[in-house]
Protein backbone atom coordinates (compact mmCIF):
# COMPACT_ATOMS: atom_id res chain seq x y z
CA UNK A 1 0.00 0.00 0.00
CA UNK A 2 3.04 2.01 0.84
CA UNK A 3 4.44 1.60 -2.48
CA UNK A 4 1.12 2.23 -4.41
CA UNK A 5 0.99 5.69 -2.60
CA UNK A 6 4.46 6.56 -3.38
CA UNK A 7 3.92 5.50 -6.73
CA UNK A 8 0.78 7.50 -6.97
CA UNK A 9 2.53 10.97 -5.74
CA UNK A 10 5.56 10.55 -7.96
CA UNK A 11 3.05 10.31 -10.91
CA UNK A 12 0.97 13.05 -9.78
CA UNK A 13 4.28 15.71 -9.62
CA UNK A 14 5.25 13.88 -12.55
CA UNK A 15 2.22 14.85 -14.31
CA UNK A 16 2.13 18.83 -13.01
CA UNK A 17 5.66 19.14 -14.60
CA UNK A 18 4.36 17.24 -17.72
CA UNK A 19 1.65 20.22 -17.53
CA UNK A 20 4.26 22.91 -16.91
CA UNK A 21 6.59 21.65 -19.73
CA UNK A 22 3.66 21.51 -22.33
CA UNK A 23 2.56 24.93 -21.22
CA UNK A 24 6.37 25.83 -22.35
CA UNK A 25 6.12 23.98 -25.68
CA UNK A 26 2.45 25.09 -26.80
CA UNK A 27 3.66 28.85 -26.11
CA UNK A 28 6.50 28.32 -28.53
CA UNK A 29 4.55 26.30 -30.93
CA UNK A 30 1.69 29.21 -30.70
CA UNK A 31 4.22 31.81 -32.37
CA UNK A 32 4.04 29.75 -35.49
CA UNK A 33 1.27 28.08 -35.84
CA UNK A 34 -2.74 28.55 -35.79
CA UNK A 35 -3.40 26.63 -32.09
CA UNK A 36 -6.31 24.54 -32.46
CA UNK A 37 -7.19 24.89 -28.40
CA UNK A 38 -4.64 27.31 -26.58
CA UNK A 39 -4.39 24.93 -23.24
CA UNK A 40 -2.35 21.85 -23.20
CA UNK A 41 -4.92 18.84 -22.53
CA UNK A 42 -3.91 15.75 -20.61
CA UNK A 43 -4.51 12.10 -21.67
CA UNK A 44 -4.41 8.68 -20.57
CA UNK A 45 -1.75 7.01 -22.97
CA UNK A 46 0.68 5.42 -20.69
CA UNK A 47 3.87 6.51 -22.71
CA UNK A 48 2.67 9.47 -20.35
CA UNK A 49 2.66 7.77 -17.38
CA UNK A 50 6.05 7.57 -16.72
CA UNK A 51 6.74 8.30 -13.32
CA UNK A 52 10.49 8.89 -13.90
CA UNK A 53 10.47 11.87 -16.42
CA UNK A 54 7.70 14.52 -17.53
CA UNK A 55 6.51 13.64 -20.88
CA UNK A 56 4.47 15.33 -23.85
CA UNK A 57 2.60 14.51 -27.00
CA UNK A 58 2.97 17.34 -29.32
CA UNK A 59 0.20 17.81 -31.84
CA UNK A 60 1.71 19.87 -34.76
CA UNK A 61 -1.20 19.89 -37.16
CA UNK A 62 -4.06 17.30 -38.42
CA UNK A 63 -3.36 15.58 -41.75
CA UNK A 64 -6.61 15.08 -42.34
CA UNK A 65 -6.75 19.08 -43.15
CA UNK A 66 -5.19 19.15 -46.51
CA UNK A 67 -3.86 22.74 -45.94
CA UNK A 68 -1.81 21.44 -42.59
CA UNK A 69 -0.88 18.35 -44.52
CA UNK A 70 0.62 20.80 -46.89
CA UNK A 71 2.65 23.05 -44.42
CA UNK A 72 3.73 19.57 -42.66
CA UNK A 73 5.65 18.25 -45.28
CA UNK A 74 7.73 21.73 -45.95
CA UNK A 75 11.05 21.22 -44.57
CA UNK A 76 11.51 24.35 -43.49
CA UNK A 77 8.25 24.78 -41.68
CA UNK A 78 9.62 21.13 -39.91
CA UNK A 79 12.62 22.84 -38.80
CA UNK A 80 10.80 26.02 -37.50
CA UNK A 81 8.62 23.51 -35.55
CA UNK A 82 11.31 21.42 -33.95
CA UNK A 83 13.44 24.00 -33.04
CA UNK A 84 10.33 26.10 -31.10
CA UNK A 85 9.82 22.34 -29.46
CA UNK A 86 13.31 22.59 -28.54
CA UNK A 87 12.90 26.42 -27.16
CA UNK A 88 9.93 25.60 -24.95
CA UNK A 89 11.85 22.57 -23.60
CA UNK A 90 14.93 24.75 -22.96
CA UNK A 91 12.68 27.57 -21.30
CA UNK A 92 10.94 24.72 -19.28
CA UNK A 93 14.27 23.06 -17.82
CA UNK A 94 15.73 26.79 -17.52
CA UNK A 95 12.73 27.82 -14.45
CA UNK A 96 13.19 24.34 -13.55
CA UNK A 97 16.59 24.03 -12.45
CA UNK A 98 16.10 20.54 -10.07
CA UNK A 99 14.90 18.88 -13.05
CA UNK A 100 17.18 20.10 -15.44
CA UNK A 101 20.33 19.18 -13.46
CA UNK A 102 18.83 15.15 -13.26
CA UNK A 103 19.43 15.79 -17.75
Given at each position: MLAKTLLDLSQ???INDSVKLGNFVLDQLGDINDLHKSNVEQAGFAV??????PSILVETAFISNPKEEQILNNEEH????AKNILIGIKKYLSSN???AKNF
Open positions: SATLKSPDIQEILPNI
